[in-house]
């Protein structure tokens, strides 16, 4: 079981406290944004959430797709279903390049061409779809009870920043078995 409430972590597995107000992470000036839409992907949105966004400027995001029990499906039915939808901003954005008047389309036209504002033939190629963390993420805090004291203790013996604890959460949630398009083991 895991509690959180105002900087605090319950990770009922070893019953220790954990506080979270210990790590110190500033947000660097122009970052504001990529930090945001980060705090929702690992906050707000489970693996059944694909966020279809600009990979450039993350305050673009065009639609959010719900695609219910989507660990039970192909991953070749799910990359059908996104495709279908990139296409369809690739094309909008596309169309509105080429509008002479972009105010006579659509309401979705109009929609994208209000949240993307100028250069929709670049935004046309900076589509990209990413799935959301929110339960492998929280999944990742209630295992990482079993380890943080020893993390930390490692950490803090070798007079490295406590802060690196937390990179399993970001890297793979403490998924033993993960592995990354890189090869690196989780």
């Given at each position: 079981i895991l509690f959180i409430s105002q900087g605090l972590v319950h990770a009922g597995l070893n019953r220790e406290l954990h506080?979270?107000?210990?790590?110190?992470?500033?947000t660097p000036l122009g970052l504001e944004s990529k930090v945001k839409f980060w705090k929702k992907i690992y906050s707000e949105y489970s693996t059944d959430h694909y966020i279809v966004h600009d990979?450039?400027?993350?305050?673009i995001v065009?639609?959010?797709?719900?695609?219910?029990?989507?660990?039970?499906?192909?991953?070749?039915?799910?990359d059908l279903k996104l495709t279908k939808v990139k296409k369809k901003y690739k094309n909008l954005l596309n169309?509105?390049?080429?509008?002479?008047?972009?105010?006579?389309?659509?309401?979705?036209?109009?929609?994208?061409f209000?949240?993307?504002?100028?250069?929709?033939?670049k935004a046309?190629?900076?589509?990209?779809?990413?799935?959301?963390?929110k339960n492998r993420f929280r999944k990742g805090l209630e295992?990482?009870?079993?380890?943080?004291?020893?993390i930390n203790r490692i950490i803090k013996n070798a007079n490295l920043p406590i802060e690196l604890g937390v990179i399993p959460h970001?890297?793979?949630?403490?998924q033993i078995n993960a592995y990354s398009s890189a090869g690196a083991a989780g």
């Open positions: 506080t979270l107000s210990h790590y110190n992470f500033p990979n450039k400027d993350l305050n065009y639609e959010v797709v719900y695609i219910k029990n989507s660990s039970k499906l192909s991953n070749r039915v799910k169309k509105l390049a080429r509008s002479k008047n972009p105010l006579t389309l659509s309401n979705d036209a109009k929609r994208v209000h949240l993307v504002g100028e250069n929709f033939k046309s190629r900076q589509i990209r779809v990413q799935v959301g963390q295992k990482s009870g079993m380890f943080n004291s020893k970001v890297e793979s949630s403490f």
